[in-house]
């Protein structure tokens, strides 16, 4: 079965240092992989995707994301993070639904970042 | 637009009332869905809707009932909810068919009395 993991569940950070947060996922065929970051009380916004092709992944807001088929890991990075970053960040894998042709979207447990001036 | 609005914001119900949430997307989205996310918690998919249809439904007790009235809207019926039912409920669209991505509303939060 898919699944995915975020070993930390609480990351804090100084406002200007580098952030890599961790995921890992367990899926038998190539995975599609997302990385959502969402704030107090709002939806989930897309940081990143990775589909196919180069395994580094840039995204918005200075995120960028590796794929290693190796490590089975699509850890999300950012070199100088802002206060503004401070949220919970979603690692979700995308798998095929043969039967109805639509992805099922599973989700890690989540990331909470916290950011100090 | 890239948008997907959820109405209302904030809702607050009895045990015994009926209410309704809304989305609606412009985005030409074929592909809706339902999420319900418990604080601390990542979303848990509840419904899923294809070319208004509804395509999966992961196991959702009755006294959730969706609706799909046109390509554009989501509608979510409550009725005789639970307090434990009391969550952010989020919608999310996307293309139809596999390798898509899926674009949240900013949710409805939901508190059972």
């Known amino acids: 079965a898919q699944s995915v993991t975020q070993p930390d569940i609480h990351i804090t950070v100084s406002e200007g240092a580098s952030l890599e947060l961790r995921c890992n996922y367990s899926y038998g065929a190539t995975p599609y992989l997302f990385w959502y970051v969402q704030s107090p009380g709002q939806g989930l916004q897309l940081l990143l995707k990775y589909f196919s092709g180069d395994t580094l992944v840039q995204g918005i807001k200075g995120f960028e994301a590796e794929f290693k088929r190796s490590q089975s890991s699509f850890n999300l990075r950012k070199p100088s993070v802002h206060w503004s970053d401070a949220a919970e960040y979603f690692c979700?894998?995308?798998?095929?639904?043969?039967?109805?042709?639509?992805?099922?979207?599973?989700f890690g447990p989540g990331t909470s970042l916290s950011v100090i001036p | 637009d890239t948008e997907v609005t959820q109405t209302p914001k904030h809702l607050v119900m009895g045990m015994t009332n009926k209410k309704s949430l809304k989305c609606e997307q412009h985005m030409g989205h074929r592909a809706m869905y339902w999420y319900k996310q418990k604080a601390k918690k990542p979303p848990e998919l509840m419904f899923v809707y294809s070319y208004e249809k509804l395509s999966i439904n992961e196991s959702v007790p009755s006294r959730f009932s969706p609706e799909c009235p046109n390509s554009s809207l989501l509608n979510l019926h409550l009725h005789a909810l639970q307090p434990e039912d009391s969550a952010l409920y989020l919608c999310a669209s996307s293309q139809f068919g596999t390798h898509n991505e899926q674009f949240f509303g900013p949710g409805t939060r939901l508190t059972v009395l």
């Open positions: 979700a894998v995308g798998a095929e639904e043969r039967k109805t042709s639509y992805d099922k979207v599973i």
